[in-house]
T-cell receptor
Framework: EDQVTQSPEALRLQEGESSSLNCSYT??????LFWYRQDPGKGPEFLFT???AGEEKEKERLKATLTKKESFLHITAPKPEDSATYLC????????????FGAGTRLFVKA | GAVVSQHPSWVICKSGTSVKIECRSL??????MFWYRQFPKQSLMLMAT?????????EQGVEKDKFLINHASLTLSTLTVTSAHPEDSSFYIC???????????FGSGTQLSVL
């Protein structure tokens, strides 16, 4: 069964304090690993798709990396507006290509 | 990116009434749409998968007679919560996947409160 585990559950940073969020996964035939950002009371907003180990994607202060077992979302010099819940999800080759989500990491960035 | 519109954003209803939530893909044809439920500070729980023109596939533990899903066209899917009860109060989110993409595009969610 496909599974996604994210850590930590919550992360509090000072503005400018870089850190990383972890996403560990098990999946039968990875089609894609996704990172989303979700603000309170809103639907998730797409950030990145990673397809194979070794792949990296960057967008502004965010960089996502992928290995065969986990993905990291690195946040460089975060700002208060980066505060949100970051969700990791995987899609495998079985189960009708369902997308399975982790519980998310709630990030708080203090000015 | 692709746009998915979900309405209403929030709804308050009395126990025993039915509520319909609409999900539209505005600028692409969505062959598959998904309905998720999310409790506070928890992740998205997949309820059902709907493909245009066919019956929805429900996840284990989700009552298909309570959560009616219709995907009548490539741009519209609806979720009807029938005879809603307070325990159905939750944040419901739809998402859509196009023909060529694996990634999902999400609606803005509907907060349902059943009194």
């Amino acid at each position: 069964e496909d599974q996604v585990t994210q850590s930590p559950e919550a992360l509090r940073l000072q503005e400018g304090e870089s850190s990383s969020l972890n996403c560990s996964y098990t999946v039968s035939g990875l089609r894609g690993l996704f990172w989303y950002r979700q603000d309170p009371g809103k639907g998730p907003e797409f950030l990145f798709t990673l397809y194979s180990a070794g792949e990296e994607k960057e967008k502004e202060r965010l960089k996502a990396t992928l290995t065969k077992k986990e993905s990291f979302l690195h946040i460089t010099a975060p700002k208060p507006e980066d505060s949100a819940t970051y969700l990791c999800a995987v899609q495998g080759n079985t189960g009708g290509f369902k997308t399975i989500f982790g519980a998310g990491t709630r990030l708080f960035v203090k000015a | 990116g692709a746009v998915v519109s979900q309405h209403p954003s929030w709804v308050i209803c009395k126990s025993g009434t039915s509520v319909k939530i609409e999900c539209r893909s505005l600028d692409f044809q969505a062959t598959t749409m998904f309905w998720y439920r999310q409790f506070p500070k928890q992740s998205l729980m997949l309820m059902a998968t709907s493909n245009e023109g066919s019956k929805a596939t429900y996840e284990q533990g989700v009552e298909k007679d309570k959560f009616l899903i219709n995907h009548a066209s490539l741009t519209l899917s609806t979720l009807t919560v029938t005879s809603a009860h307070p325990e159905d109060s939750s944040f419901y989110i739809c998402s859509a996947r196009g023909m060529l993409n694996e990634k999902l595009f999400f609606g803005s969610g509907t907060q349902l409160s059943v009194l």
